[in-house]
């Protein structure tokens, strides 16, 4: 369905007529209102470092019914959740949560790139998307304490985030970790 080049290629007889109703169910709630006039695009800092799926791209795809080849693409992982396109959007849209719908999908299909995986498994061991490794003797260095005044800092607040996870589909499909002592542990906050 697509091709190599750095241009997309549709192909509409493979398109999946579903797609805009399960974005939809997803969170997408606003999508049919995009005029595509690209103004999410200009300030996208996705769009800026040449991820080929950006906001406005992501929904044109999205209204060719292009699934298959949107689980096959990891730009919607790479959104920054700046909330640019949220604020420029003259629809309403929302594009930010049509990245978010386009992600729950793709989580349920399995299509997450591995550094994603990554990211989850740090949520859930640190409380950040990615580990702090030696972090603490720099932040020493320069006579801040060893860790920051965040999740870090607060085994409750750890607590709590995996509780948190635990209640979502990433939990369920197995993507996150987690043994029976901290099983108990999360479903005690
Ligand atoms: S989501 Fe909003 S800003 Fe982006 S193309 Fe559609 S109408 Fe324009
Ligand atoms: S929230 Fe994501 S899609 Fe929207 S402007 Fe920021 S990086 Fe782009």
Known sequence: MINESAELVYDLSAGEPGFVAEIKAMGGEALLDCIQCGKCAAVCPMALAGFPIFNKKLIQAIFLGAREILLEDSSIWACQSCNRCTEICPRDVRPFEIILAMR???????????????????????????????????????GLPEKPPTVLASPEALKEIKAILHQTDLWEIGLIPMDGNEMADASEV
């Not at 299909?109 to 949520?123: D, H, N, Q, R, T």
């Open 104 to 142: 729950r999908v793709a989580v349920r299909e399995f299509a997450v790139p591995a550094l994603s995986i990554e990211g989850l498994k740090s949520l859930y061991d640190v409380g950040h998307a990615v580990y702090l490794k030696d972090s603490g003797q720099t932040r020493q260095k320069v």
